[in-house]
Nanobody, 121 residues
Framework: QVQLVESGGGLVQPGGSLRLSCAASGSIFSAYAMGWYRQAPGKQRELVAD???????NYAESVKGRFTISRDNAKNTVALQMNSLKAEDPAVYYCAGRIRASCDYGARGYWGQGTQVTVSS
């Protein structure tokens, strides 16, 4: 039905930047809130940022001012621009979306497979 596929993870030095992208594909009727979560080893998955279909954004305190989430509703994509990366940012980053598939009567949550972000000098 619906798949979320992330790209853009990798290795970056402290203070560097990465851009993560996520594309939703399949028979999509409508995509509502979309966002990024991350999970570091031994820690719970946490919200990094999310964005409504109207463009309202929400950020975790730890990334405010450094990360920017954006989306393209026409393409069903969401991106996360990560600047000034710190030692505490490494994790697997997951794209998530509340999406209504064409064959569904309502929306439900979907997750991407995750992409690794490593910050190291």
């Amino acid at each position: 039905q619906v798949q979320l596929v992330e790209s853009g993870g990798g290795l970056v030095q402290p203070g560097g930047s990465l851009r993560l992208s996520c594309a939703a594909s399949g028979s999509i009727f409508s995509a509502y809130a979309m966002g990024w979560y991350r999970q570091a080893p031994g820690k719970q998955r946490e919200l990094v940022a999310d964005i409504t279909s109207g463009g309202r954004t929400n950020y975790a305190e730890s990334v405010k001012g450094r990360f920017t989430i954006s989306r393209d509703n026409a393409k069903n994509t969401v991106a996360l621009q990560m600047n000034s990366l710190k030692a505490e940012d490494p994790a697997v980053y997951y794209c998530a979306g509340r999406i209504r598939a064409s064959c569904d009567y309502g929306a439900r949550g979907y997750w991407g497979q995750g992409t690794q972000v490593t910050v190291s000098s």
